[in-house]
């Protein structure tokens, strides 16, 4: 392994080279170090994945879908199995068929929710408070079109309340849905723990990945989780492109939530009236001409993850965790969003600040374009997890999140600025909380912030 290191365009980090990131190399107008710790929304694009999409549009560009059989329709459409068959390796699926592709997390949680059967005697959706909005409004919607009961199962601290949960799953229970990570949280939730419970009541399972598959694997047979879904683009990947994974005969179970062009092996009359009958499954969801530039471009960034050293990208990912939570715990007047030791199994830290003047809105555009050598990403706010917000009264919240390039001094960078604008906004110096008990040995301690104050 080649630990990352700072700045530069020649380091290696854990299989992807830091130049596979072309953003990274480039200043803020001209002359700032972008420090992007906004990953959670989406991650700095990699070049390959890029080139790859620009090459296929330029030099291929044919439709696929079993539409046409040129030479071009050919490249498409072996080009899209290729994409399909990497995916389903990827996530361990039984099959390629079990790979349909989307728009994003959104649109195959949205597929989900409105194609899954009713089944008599199942009437209620299980979800948590920690779900982004793209899967908790698409089961609202279901829920009230069908008069089921959604039922939000709550988190303590980030962490899954399980003997609450196991009361709420019942013979009733439809589908149980979890965030694999949640997107203001981090952390991890225990997939198959669920599986197991809501398996037991004859329940299905949802796994939202949209925040794991960053720095995680996900084996999809192995935890027994029946549909699942993510984004390229919070991959390094693009834009527009994600996927539904579904157990195949559950998958053929799924109403088409988009009928069109490529769904249906033909129509046929029947009392008076032209009915479709739809392909099986990926075809049946995938209505009318695809993302096929997308598509590529997610099958050369799974390429690139493969090759990702995992262990050795999630002990840096950890530290930066462990880093942002102790340099914020440092603080007076910064409150964590959950508990380190759970918060470093994923790639996010949230943290509020008490005092009215004190403007999260205000420090992100700080962090922006205030400072005189570097440019802060991080977003602010209710991050879609308005739920989440909404239960703990919180009505802003600053996000820090990780991917492979970040640096520990880029950590240290953000918290410095933290203070400075604390300082300038609320006018009192920002001292450490405690004095940090001398560092063990064969550790290194964690950076002091406020140290200028
Ligand atoms: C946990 C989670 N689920 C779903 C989504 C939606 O993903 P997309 O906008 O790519 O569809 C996000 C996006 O931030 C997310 O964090």
Redesign the pocket.
């Known amino acids: 392994m080649t630990r990352a290191a700072h700045g530069g365009g020649r380091e290696t980090f854990f299989g992807l080279g830091r130049g596979q990131f072309p953003r990274l190399l480039r200043a803020v107008e001209g002359r700032k170090r972008l420090v992007y710790l906004d990953n959670?929304?989406t991650a700095l694009k990699l070049r390959a994945p890029a080139e790859k999409m620009r090459d296929f549009a330029l030099q291929g560009g044919g439709c696929a879908g079993g539409r046409s059989m040129h030479a071009l329709a050919r490249r498409s459409e072996e080009a899209v199995a290729q994409t399909r068959a990497a995916t389903a390796a990827y996530l361990g699926a039984a099959s390629p068929r079990e790979i349909v592709f989307t728009s994003?997390?959104?649109?195959a949680v949205n597929l989900l929710a409105r194609g899954l059967p009713a089944s008599p005697g199942r009437r209620e959706i299980i979800v948590t408070d920690l779900e982004?909005n793209?899967?908790y409004l698409p089961f609202y919607e279901r829920a009230r079109r069908d008069g089921l009961s959604l039922i939000v199962a709550k988190t303590k601290r980030g962490r899954l309340d399980f003997k609450s949960l196991a009361r709420l799953v019942s013979k009733k229970t439809m589908l149980v849905a979890i965030?694999r990570s949640?997107?203001v949280f981090g952390g991890v939730l225990p997939l198959d723990a669920v599986c197991d419970l809501a398996h037991d009541a004859g329940a299905f399972v949802f796994a939202?990945e949209?925040?794991y598959l960053q720095s995680h694997r996900e084996d999809v047979q192995e935890s027994g989780v029946d549909f699942a879904a993510f984004?390229a683009?919070?991959l390094g990947g693009p834009f527009g492109v994600?996927v539904l994974y579904g157990k195949e005969h559950l998958l053929n179970t799924l109403e088409p939530h988009k009928p069109g062009g490529g769904t249906v092996a033909g129509l046929k009359r029947s009392g008076g009236v032209w009915r479709p009958d739809y392909l099986d499954a990926p075809r049946r969801f995938e209505g009318g001409i695809q993302n096929y530039t997308g598509i590529v471009g997610l099958g050369e960034t799974l390429r690139l993850h493969e090759r990702v050293d995992r262990p050795a990208l999630r002990a840096h990912i950890t530290s930066l965790v462990r880093r942002s939570v102790r340099g914020l715990s440092d603080l007076r007047w910064a409150r964590v969003l959950g508990e380190e030791r759970r918060l470093v199994e994923g790639s996010i830290v949230s943290f509020h600040v008490q005092d009215k003047r004190f403007s999260a809105s205000d420090l992100a555009i700080f962090l922006d374009q205030d400072l005189p050598r570097d440019s802060i990403a991080v977003r602010v706010g209710e991050h879609?997890a308005n739920l989440l917000h909404g239960r703990l009264r919180l009505h802003e919240t600053v996000r820090l999140s990780f991917f492979a390039y970040n640096t520990a001094r880029e950590v240290d960078r953000f918290l410095d600025a933290l203070c400075e604008y604390y300082r300038a906004c609320v006018g009192r110096p920002a001292m450490p909380k405690t004095r940090r008990p001398p560092a063990r040995r064969g550790r290194r301690p964690a950076r002091k912030v406020c140290r200028r104050a």
């Open positions: 959670a929304c994003g997390t959104t649109e982004h793209s899967a965030p949640s997107n939202d949209a925040q984004s683009h919070k994600g879609c």
